[in-house]
């Protein structure tokens, strides 16, 4: 009885497929990928010098996710249980991970200093992220769109201006301009080599800001664009097969970036506390 069930249920879908795929589709659109990247203004604000203040989604992202941020704060405080639940239990895991498993996990010295800068760093970039895969009415002609403000590489080179000098700045403060500066130089390297090494490691320094606004930037766009592409693309093909299988792909593929915005976050805040880390317990 069972075997002749499954075989009445292959049946089924196997109709069901061929009507999908015999079904004539919607009418054929295009879809502007790229356009759910630019940043027309919102509202539109005098500009100071080449710095143009109008508010774009971006800034409404940011805006979001302070917002939930602050509340977020406001609700666990306030309602703070010696045995929590599950919201509270969720947060304190984040919690314990951005002390624990980034901060006391590659800094020597300076946990309890520096941990503030880098639990908020994770959690900022971390809740920046998840907004993004939420789709707001901020598209063209305000229809729903997935963005991210970490998509935005002004966004992400001002978190890694923060952690470039927060990472001189405790080395400085630390040791002191000169023998901070001097640790980039071997003692007991040749006068020239010195120079040359001195060269490569300020150059290092630069491209660590670099690298760290870039890294996190390129994956939000990479996976926005992905899933725009396949949404894009049930659009496009006239086939109500096609389309379902896209919608299905899509979701696998939203499911990996939900994946993603965690482990860039938890990137993000590990170089940020290896970074400062690394300048507290320079060798002098």
Known sequence: MKKGLKWVWLVVVLIALVGLFLLPGGAKETVNVAGEFDLTPILKLPSIGPVDLSINKAVIYLWIATAVIVIMAIVIARNLKPVPGRFQAAVEGLYSLARDGIARSVMKSGVDTWFPYIGAVFFFVLINNLIGLIPLPLGEHHQLS?????????????????????????????????????????????????????????????????????????????????????????????SYLIAAALQGASVLIYLFEIFVAVIQAFIFAILSAVYIGGALDSEH
């Open 146 to 238: 997935f963005y991210t403000a970490t998509a935005n590489l002004y966004v992400t080179i001002t978190l890694a201006l923060f952690t470039f000098v927060f990472t001189h700045y405790a080395g400085i403060n630390k040791y002191g301009v000169r023998k901070y500066v001097g640790s980039w130089m071997p003692s007991g390297a040749p006068p020239v080599l010195k120079q040359f090494i001195f060269v490569i490691h300020a150059v290092s320094e630069f491209f660590r800001l670099v690298s760290l606004s870039v890294r996190l930037f390129a994956n939000m766009v990479a996976g926005h664009a992905i899933l725009a592409v396949f949404f894009a693309m049930a659009l496009i093909f006239q």
